[in-house]
């Protein structure tokens, strides 16, 4: 009879979890969705012609997706729109909270709440390290091909670029780390901005290159910043290291940089966060924000900031596999119907890196190919260093209707140019 009591217990247990499963589940989101940006200051869709250059190209260029935000954050922002007043915000802490309560869960590392420091936007976060940590004439290191405002923020304040460029073999990208101590190792190099994972080439660094990165950086006297922005955007497996946490040495030499705002399609909010735990960088750092005028965030961003990192999970969830099914689709139609052109395959991020080298172009034939005759509005591999030339960046974070679109039109083009 116990036993029977005891099986039956574990049947109600089970039943009961399949139960909780299905309503913890949450929202179902479609990200098949097709939905019309045009006429909503998107940059991506309202900007084309400026940017791309063709106002007919599918926009497939900047970094943000075509998905509705989750549910959760739109029914925020609909009740803070019906009660109608837009005041200056209050900034209360529980950005803190919510931060650690997402970092631990994506990484399983745990950051200090004093560590942290609200702020509206990453390449803000960038732009005001600069001033407050470099003087003009010192060196800034990064790694090229890479996220082209790194490169303007170095130039824009009259540093000097240091390029530890990403070896690129087989394929594949990698750090040279020999060139990487050499240059931290001059006294004029003071900082090092290092895209983990990485925009544009989609790596997800190992936890040996995180590590070695940071280990560098502090031997060197170099600090560290890591733009962490795409690290909830793991790929096929793949698991993000956030540099410098759990050795006390490092952290002390290290700014790591987040937000939810590529994830949950919330960019246009602007909210993410400084996580600096040596206290006398996070004071000068808080100084320089200060100075810059830049601490006052718009009304909505830190509701969805929080609500994005404690109650959007299920989107995430849900957003992942419907990434790898773009990045295998697309993979398959150019092996299928354009070989010359190759996928990089993507560890991380809605970004896609494109080796265009077979194609045999030179670089302005190679983006009127893309973006005239075939009407794919890409990012073009140059803007990312001289490294990138030939090769494109392809947002692929839309609905596969409109991938598909493109894929079809950039294949038509295909068969007329080659
Ligand atoms: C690596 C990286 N850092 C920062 C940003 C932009 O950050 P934010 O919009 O918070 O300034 C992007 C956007 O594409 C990015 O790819």
């Not at 116990?2 to 913890?24: I, T, V």
């Not at 739109?74 to 919510?98: C, N, S, V, W």
């Not at 983990?196 to 290159?209: A, D, F, I, L, Y």
């Not at 140059?382 to 596969?400: D, H, K, M, T, Y």
Request: proline residues 5%; charged residues 20%; hydrophobic residues 40%.
């Amino acid at each position: 009879m116990f036993q029977f009591m005891r099986a039956r217990g574990l049947g109600f247990a089970l039943y009961m979890r399949g139960y909780l499963c299905k309503e913890d589940k949450g929202m179902q989101y479609n990200f098949d969705q097709v939905i019309s940006r045009k006429n909503t200051n998107s940059s991506k869709w309202d900007n084309v012609k400026a940017r791309v250059g063709n106002e007919n190209a599918i926009p497939m260029w900047v970094a943000d997706t075509d998905f509705v935000a989750p549910q959760p954050i739109r029914k925020m922002l609909e009740e803070r729109i019906q009660h109608g007043i837009f005041g200056y915000p209050y900034r209360t802490d529980e950005f803190r909270a919510a931060t650690k309560r997402w970092i631990l869960k994506q990484h399983q590392v745990e950051l200090q709440e004093e560590w942290m420091v609200f702020t509206t936007g990453v390449v803000p976060i960038i732009y005001t390290i600069i001033q407050a940590f470099t003087s003009p004439g010192d060196e800034v290191i990064i790694q090229q091909p890479v996220y082209h405002p790194f490169i303007h923020a170095i130039r824009d304040h009259g540093r000097r670029l240091s390029n530890n460029a990403l070896r690129y073999a087989c394929g594949q990208y990698t750090i040279d780390f020999d060139d990487l101590a050499a240059r931290c190792a001059k006294p004029e190099a003071k900082l090092m901005i290092f895209s983990n994972p990485h925009n544009p080439v989609g790596r997800c660094w190992k936890k040996e290159e995180v590590d070695r990165v940071a280990k560098i950086c502090v031997e060197n006297n170099v600090l560290l910043i890591s733009d962490e922005i795409h690290s909830d955007l793991m790929l096929f497996g793949h698991k993000h290291t956030p540099a410098a946490i759990g050795n006390p040495c490092w952290e002390n030499n290290t700014i790591l940089c987040y937000a939810p705002t590529k994830t949950f399609n919330i960019a246009g909010l602007r909210g993410s966060c400084a996580v600096i735990p040596n206290s006398s960088i996070r004071e000068r750092f808080s100084h320089q924000l200060l100075c810059n005028s830049s601490v006052q965030e718009c009304l909505f961003s830190l509701p969805a900031y929080v609500i994005a990192y404690t109650q959007c999970d299920d989107y995430l969830e849900q957003l992942l596999p419907y990434l790898e099914g773009n990045i295998t689709f697309l993979n398959s139609f150019l092996r299928s119907y354009m070989p010359r052109i190759r996928l990089v395959q993507p560890e991380a991020t809605f970004l896609t890196w494109l080796d265009c080298s077979a194609l045999g172009f030179e670089k302005a034939s190679l983006y009127d190919f893309f973006v005239n005759r075939a009407l794919v509005g890409i990012s073009k591999g140059e803007s990312f260093g001289a490294e990138g030339e030939q090769f494109v960046r392809l947002n692929i974070g839309c609905p596969r209707a409109t991938l598909q679109k493109a894929l079809h039109q950039l294949r038509n083009a295909y068969m007329q140019c080659l």
